[in-house]
């Protein structure tokens, strides 16, 4: 995959990559549709404990993913680098960077929603070491999504090789640090192992 033209310029620049008003309206109309639906499906705004802690790094306890932020967080900036290279391999000069963007805003808030159903909530506790997920708070959702958006500057703004590398650095410091990571995540929830387990 070759760098964006823009790659090496400012994320002051951003602009130059073919945002408009229409594009940020967009984005906002995403993440509401997203926050909507959460709060439809009846998740919490915030953990059920009330305190009001902005980061949980316990995550084999109740407080993960109900906080603004956790060691998770860091998956779904990896999230932003990921999806924003499929779609650029899918895509490629058939699409502006902006638009490239919106796709990946668009799947990132459709896999919140889709996260905190019944059967991926099922599926974390029983292949994952998730056993106290009961799904995310909605503000932890909006947070992932940020996050999310996070990624995806990292990916239009900087050269091909440092995303690849923060990618691999975050995946090792994850796996040091909570033994779980987002490529752990994925297999687990597709195809279980049980000695990753």
Not at 65 to 76: E, I
Not at 155 to 162: D, H, L, R, S
Request: glycine share 6%; aromatic share 10%; net charge negative.
């Amino acid at each position: 995959m070759k760098p964006e033209p823009h790659s090496r310029e400012s994320i002051s620049a951003i602009s130059n990559l073919g945002f408009t008003w229409r594009y940020l309206a967009a984005t906002l109309i995403l993440i509401t549709t997203a926050t909507l639906a959460l709060s439809a499906m009846g998740r919490i705004w915030w953990c059920k404990c009330g305190g009001s802690f902005i980061w949980s790094s316990d995550i084999v306890s109740t407080h993960n993913s109900q906080h603004l932020l956790d060691p998770y967080s860091f998956t779904h900036v990896l999230h932003g680098i990921a999806l924003y290279s499929i779609v650029w391999l899918l895509l490629g000069s058939k699409t502006t960077p902006a638009t490239r963007a919106l796709i990946v805003v668009a799947i990132e808030s459709a896999w919140e929603v889709f996260e905190n159903t019944s059967f991926v909530i099922e599926r974390y506790r029983e292949t994952t070491i998730s056993l106290d997920y009961y799904g995310d708070s909605i503000l932890n959702s909006l947070s992932d999504i940020g996050a999310c958006i996070g990624g995806l500057v990292v990916a239009m703004t900087a050269p091909v090789w440092a995303s690849a590398a923060l990618f691999v650095v975050v995946e090792v410091a994850l796996l040091l640090w909570v033994r779980d990571s987002l490529v752990l995540n994925i297999v687990m929830l597709v195809f279980p192992l049980d000695a990753i387990k």
